[in-house]
């Protein structure tokens, strides 16, 4: 089946560094969504990204919708322990029920 | 409190033993849906359900059986299970699902499934 593929599969940054990870398709998304999720928990939406271009920002993290439609990025700036977990990024096409989650990123801080 | 539960959250039995992981949801959504949850796969769908008695194929549906007769519960059944189907589930419901509008979807605490 359809994935999104991450980058980085995994990092280990130093806290107060910043990160920056992405998520890339070979098809057109109508919308991006990023989730988090916790050691031994469900993902948790972070950020939602409606059209191509925009850039929206949740406390220390960014997000950015590509303007091919086919990626998204985000950013953490500053990262503190708590940043620790896997990241997961969502596209979302219109007409399908279907929902297609990217590999994750895992993001290791060390303080 | 509004949540999404499972149970059990952990299983391990034996090949062919039929199981069943029941997910309930308490905010009146009307999409449900499973997933898997595999090192280096991230998260793929199972099945899905836009409403009572409707669902729908995931990505990786083989194996795997739901029904939707109430609105709150949507379980998972597994007639036959075998060894690849050791995995990290999550149930997860949102409002509505589709289209262009994201409506946020709440998982659930997760089963981790072991089979032999």
């Known amino acids: 089946g359809q994935q999104l593929n991450q980058s980085p599969q995994s990092m280990f940054i130093q806290e107060g560094e910043d990160v920056s990870m992405n998520c890339t398709s070979s098809?057109?998304?109508?919308?991006w969504l990023w989730y988090k999720q916790d050691p031994g928990e469900g993902p948790v939406l972070l950020i939602a990204?409606?059209?191509?271009?925009e850039l929206t920002s949740n406390g220390r993290l960014t997000a950015q919708f590509g303007i091919t439609r086919k990626d998204s990025f985000l950013n953490i700036s500053a990262s503190i322990p708590s940043d620790v977990g896997i990241y997961f990024c969502?596209?979302?096409?219109?007409?399908?029920?279907?929902?297609?989650f990217g590999t994750g990123t895992r993001l290791k801080v060390l303080a | 409190e509004a949540q999404v539960t499972q149970n059990p959250r952990y299983l391990i039995t034996v090949t062919g033993k039929k199981l069943t992981v029941t997910c309930s949801q308490n905010?009146?959504?009307?999409?449900m849906s499973w997933y898997r949850q595999d090192p280096g796969l991230g998260l793929r769908q199972i099945y899905y359900s836009m409403n009572v008695e409707v669902t729908d194929k995931g990505d990786v549906p083989e194996g795997y059986k739901v029904s939707r007769k109430e609105k709150r519960n949507f379980p998972l059944i597994l007639e036959s299970p075998s060894p690849n189907q050791t995995s990290l589930y999550f149930c997860?419901?949102?409002?509505?699902?589709?289209?262009?509008?994201?409506?946020?979807?709440?998982f659930g605490p997760g089963t981790r499934l072991t089979v032999t």
């Open positions: 997860a419901s949102s409002l509505r699902g589709g289209g262009t509008a994201t409506y946020e979807q709440y």
């Open positions: 990204l409606y059209k191509a271009g």
């Open positions: 098809s057109i998304f109508n919308t």
């Open positions: 969502r596209g979302t096409t219109s007409g399908t029920y279907k929902y297609i």
């Open positions: 905010m009146n959504h009307e999409y």
